[in-house]
């Protein structure tokens, strides 16, 4: 397992122009906002608010990182007007519209659902939401260019996933009070990415990539669909909702 760690390399590629709509992020987020205000205004609490201004705030410097670096490719996002008029933003609005995607929406989601798990009422609303995705997915994208390539087991992410995973499995231990409430969210998150995930998966806008590296050189592998479920996986369960955990030890459990 260690020597297939270190001679495969994994790489997860995306593609489409998600990224450069500016319209769908802002939907996205205007609809995590309205849920902070409605549980603000219903039970008191501000814990929704706290973990999606704290989620977004790391996430756009994440973001900014990666597109300093050249990690990722941010392509120039536009805003679409009611007459189909197009509005370019500046580099880095569109970055925290990114950010807000990547980070507050996702952890608001998981927060605020999970609190309601076993809610009909929320029930519904969650799965139109859902509905919602999976019809913004299903629209043709352009994926003739790749958006970003990254490596899932580098050195550094590993040593990151690992020290995000014990983290979190100390804050468990030490406040167990909290163990159900992180299930719930930790299981909306996974959900919603994994039906995001599979969507990207068959439409064309996710791929993965196994470079063998041996004493000849490099080999380059195309994903098998076991592959994808392997590697997509892992993205789901381990660099989303338990990493995501992290933002509600931070900003919930701290507070």
Known sequence: ?????IYYQYYIIRKGDFATDANKKIYYSLFSICLSIEEYINTGSNDCFRIMIGSTLIWTFIETVLYMTKTRVIKPMY??????????????????????????VV????????????HTKYFLIFHLFISYII???????????????????????IL?????????SIKIYYHPEHLQRQLNMFFIM????????????????????TVIVNKEGSIVKSGTNLDAFLILG???????????????????LDN
């Not at 805003?79 to 507050?104: A, D, I």
């Not at 996974?190 to 990539?209: D, H, L, M, N, P």
């Not at 892992?234 to 919930?252: K, R």
């Open 135 to 157: 019809l913004n997915m299903t629209q043709k994208q352009n994926i003739s260019n790749i958006a970003s390539k990254r490596q899932i087991n580098n050195i550094g992410s």
């Open 107 to 118: 952890t608001t989601f998981g927060l605020y659902f999970g609190d309601r798990i076993t």
């Open 190 to 209: 996974t959900y919603v990415c994994s039906i995001w995930t599979y969507i990207a998966y068959i439409k064309g806008f996710r791929s993965v990539e």
């Open 1 to 5: 397992m260690i020597l297939t760690m």
């Open 234 to 252: 892992y993205d789901v369960i381990f660099e989303i909702s338990i990493a995501y955990i992290t933002f509600y030890n931070w900003f919930v």
């Open 79 to 104: 805003l679409t007007g009611p007459y189909k008029q197009k509005f370019l933003l500046p580099k880095y609005l569109s970055l925290f519209l990114q950010g807000f995607q990547e980070g507050g």
């Open 160 to 168: 990151t996933m690992s020290s995000i995973t014990i983290y979190n």
